[in-house]
């Protein structure tokens, strides 16, 4: 078997990489509002041994790579560490997703460093509704980051739309509305039961299937052709429309036989799957020395866990009690 293939066949291209658990949002869905506790600088992955693992990870295959958070943009010379990843030759696509609250100031600085893809999680297009979700009044920020990061030349720009029943579901149309007129990739995300105290419940919840029905109220919807740098969304798009729109589904229709992801959390632990809470110490062997080899095979025996699917639609079998803001998306 293949270095990067794991026990179900599915070969392992992807590596999501936390650079911190701090964020200057507080969204309801992400981070707890009591008992949020933060990592120490010292238990943080530094930028030396996040760029280590990434080379270790390129000898098997990773060749994408999106850093997170929290909020990647807080961490101090971050552009310096985008600047890095985007150098390494192994490297296809380097990307992040931001809350785009930094975004207007830093938007120049990353695109300069090699960055040209990015993923702003915007939730609503109402200001008032965008303090309700994100407990911040950031919401002129953000539009106005996204304009600078179009004007820059930034392409694709995804906007993530998590899609909660009684809070946004009713801008669904606005949103294809504005996949029309501005080159967007809008990302309609189901919301799921991640964390311990994320509230998820499933009156909340609305599936894709339910979206698309909606959305088709606007328009008709063409399929769009997967790329080799896809991930799980499928991708539609109306006629005559500037961006495009994508439903991902990770409860209703699974996509764990196409997942090809790893994540890296910031306090350095190796993730087989986002639901499940198995994973390997990778931050202890970088920092008690272990050789380049030695780190592959902490690395390989991440890929080897890799569960055939998540259970995560059972909500008696709820597996992640980590919160989405210490994972990193």
Known sequence: MASNVDPYNRKITYLRVSVTDRCNLRCMYCTPVKDLKL???ADILSYEEILKVIHVA???GIKKVRLTGGEPLLRRNFVHL????????QIEDVSITTNGVLLQEMARPLFEAGLRRINVSLDTLNPLKYTKIT???CFDAVWNGLQVAEAIGFSPIKVNVVVIKGINDNELLRFADLSVRKPYHIRFIEYMPIGRDSNWAPEKYV????????LETFGPLRKIPRSIHDGPAERYQFQSAKGEIGFISALSHHFCPLCNRLRLTADGK???CLFADDEVDIKSPLRNGYS?????????????RKPRRHHAEILKKRECLRSMSTIGG
Do not use: N
């Not at 985008?82 to 030759?89: D, H, K, L, M, N």
């Not at 599936?207 to 909606?214: E, L, T």
């Not at 380049?292 to 890929?303: G, P, S």
């Open 39 to 41: 990592l120490d600088h």
């Open 58 to 60: 390129t000898d098997l």
């Open 292 to 304: 380049h080899q030695d780190l592959r095979d902490v690395f390989q025996q991440a890929i080897a």
């Open 207 to 214: 599936p894709s299937d339910k979206i698309r029905s909606k």
């Open 135 to 137: 407990r911040r009044e």
């Open 270 to 272: 190796l993730r087989p």
């Open 82 to 89: 985008v600047e890095s990843a985007c150098r390494i030759p």
